[in-house]
């Protein structure tokens, strides 16, 4: 079967730095991607990575290794703004988006 | 109208009731999905539609149908619903040119209860 694994809750603080870790096995790739989702609302585009490496966009950057099935989104300089659910999705082989559960990221002051 | 539209933001729905929940975008993009959003489970795709005119099942398609007469509208509707219905809804969208980026669109959501 296909699965996504990432943590279900982080917590970090204001102006640190954290690193959210997505594990995938999948039928094919085609592209892994990271949304933001606050809380009741809905969930919004932030990275799309397809081949190894760092992929960076102001305070957040996207990593990701195909021969590890793995990737990671990293936050820097948290704001409390940042407080949110992360969610990793890897499209397969016949392109259909497969969801992990997400995690939930909380910011202390 | 911005972007994607769903409607109603939040129902109430007694089982066996039929129920349709409307999502409309006007970016023009030519493929659309309804997800459900439960907690503890990732996003699960209900039926999508890549261009108007065609759908098809997504991973829990059973007790959902879908139509797509037009590029705008895509309609979700529950013929009978039951209680494991209960979920937050979204629609989204993705224009094809794009699609290899896979950024979708997502509307507000719809939060239904089945009672």
């Known amino acids: 079967g296909q699965n996504i694994d990432q943590p279900t809750e982080m917590t970090a603080t204001e102006g640190a730095i954290v690193q959210i870790n997505c594990t995938y096995q999948?039928?094919?790739?085609?592209?892994l991607f990271w949304y933001q989702q606050h809380a009741g609302e809905a969930p919004t585009f932030l990275s799309y990575?397809?081949l190894d490496g760092l992929e960076e966009k102001g305070r957040f950057s996207s990593f990701l290794s195909r021969s590890k099935g793995y990737s990671y989104l990293l936050l820097k300089e948290l704001q409390m703004k940042d407080s949110a659910s992360y969610l990793c999705?890897?499209?397969?082989?016949?392109?259909?988006?497969?969801w992990g559960a997400g995690t939930k990221l909380i910011i202390k002051p | 109208i911005a972007g994607i539209t769903q409607a109603p933001t939040s129902q109430i729905l007694a089982a066996g009731r039929r129920m349709t929940l409307r999502c409309t975008q006007d970016?023009?993009?030519?493929?659309m999905y309804w997800y459900r959003q439960d907690l503890g489970l990732g996003l699960r795709l209900i039926h999508y539609?890549?261009?108007?005119?065609?759908?098809g099942k997504g991973e829990v398609p059973d007790g959902y149908s879908v139509s797509r007469a037009n590029t705008d509208d895509f309609p979700l509707t529950l013929a009978s619903a039951v209680p494991s219905q209960t979920s937050v809804y979204f629609c989204?969208?993705?224009?094809?040119?794009?699609?290899?980026?896979?950024?979708?669109?997502f509307g507000e959501g719809s939060r239904l209860t089945v009672l």
């Open positions: 999705a890897v499209k397969d082989s016949n392109y259909q988006l497969i």
């Open positions: 989204a969208s993705s224009d094809s040119s794009r699609e290899n980026t896979g950024e979708l669109f």
């Open positions: 970016m023009r993009h030519n493929a």
């Open positions: 990575n397809v």
């Open positions: 539609s890549n261009t108007a005119g065609t759908t």
């Open positions: 999948t039928s094919g790739f085609n592209g």
